[in-house]
């Protein structure tokens, strides 16, 4: 099926696109995301992101936190390990307009864990760079074991929302000047976080060390980010022993770089892809199984 509409609609952004023939002929942005309605339903933002699209005529395929209990309706999640091919066939349908793509879950005494939007951009990334570990950088960064389309493990680390915490609500960041970006502060943060095996010690001192002189105090937040993003790979290489095969990094944000480059000094062969073109080929292999 050639004509659809994709919505990717998350906790604070919502994004639409219309497909006619194979072919984006619209694309629409939104701040409209879950948490962020305002006093709208979100029937009533979704009205109006498609507002003049063929809702009525062509498949609308929404995927993302749209689907939590925080958003329009709860779809259930897919429990792993489970093939992406699944997807398709376990869509739930709101209000008669729309299919929302279901979750990811885990449920082990392990690991508790859940993904709402990535399992869409997974399902692209398995056949325009297949790996056997994705790499999804963000706010909650996602760490994905598979073996071809199956999902059998996935961790969350929650390193962005650590970074904003603790140079924004902790000792670490009170009294700070606005920051600046210093890539050398950055690798000295990397090779910190690379090399101790619990950074529980060296969080105090972040601070500490610009209080002595002994940081800039403009750079407290790079060097904060390379701590954490490099605490994050060493360890997850450990767990997903990707050392052999290169991981694909899914992103297409300015956190892919510091993420590759975190790569590349732990020895993590990397290939990158742009997460719309994850998120979009994965839309469209939906829509196509759902029209089989």
């Not at 209990?69 to 259930?76: F, H, L, R």
């Not at 056997?132 to 963000?138: E, K």
């Not at 510091?258 to 979009?280: K, S």
Request: hydrophobic share 40%.
């Amino acid at each position: 099926m050639t004509s659809y509409i994709a919505i990717d609609w998350g906790s604070t952004n919502l994004r639409a696109w219309y497909y006619q023939d194979g072919t984006c002929v619209d694309e629409r942005r939104s701040e409209a995301g879950v948490t962020r309605l305002g006093e709208r339903t979100p029937a009533q933002v979704f009205a109006a992101i498609t507002e003049g699209w063929p809702v009525s005529d062509v498949p609308v395929v929404m995927a993302g936190m749209v689907g939590s209990n925080a958003g329009w309706i709860n779809a259930p999640y897919l429990s792993c390990p489970v093939s992406l091919r699944q997807l398709a066939s376990r869509l739930t349908r709101v209000d008669d307009k729309a299919w929302i793509v279901p979750g990811l879950s885990l449920d082990r005494p392990d690991n508790h864990n859940v993904m709402r939007g990535e399992e869409t951009q997974l399902a692209g990334a398995v056949r325009l760079a297949p790996a056997t570990v994705y790499v999804m950088p963000g706010t909650h960064s996602k760490w994905v074991l598979t073996d071809g389309d199956n999902i059998n493990d996935f961790r969350t680390v929650m390193t962005g929302e650590l970074h904003h915490l603790l140079l924004n609500h902790s000792l670490i960041g009170a009294g700070l000047p606005p920051q600046q970006a210093d890539a050398e502060a950055f690798q000295a943060g990397l090779e910190t976080g690379v090399n101790d095996s619990s950074i529980l010690a060296r969080l105090f001192e972040v601070r500490a060390s610009h209080v002595l002189g002994a940081r800039a105090r403009e750079s407290v937040s790079d060097f904060l980010s390379g701590l954490l993003i490099g605490h994050e790979v060493a360890l997850m290489q450990k767990q997903f022993a990707c050392a052999e095969q290169p991981v694909t990094l899914i992103s297409g944000s300015s956190l892919a770089q510091r993420y590759q480059d975190a790569m590349n000094f732990t020895g993590i062969p990397v290939q990158r892809l742009d997460g719309d073109a994850a998120f979009q080929h994965g839309m469209r292999s939906i829509v196509d199984e759902l029209a089989n």
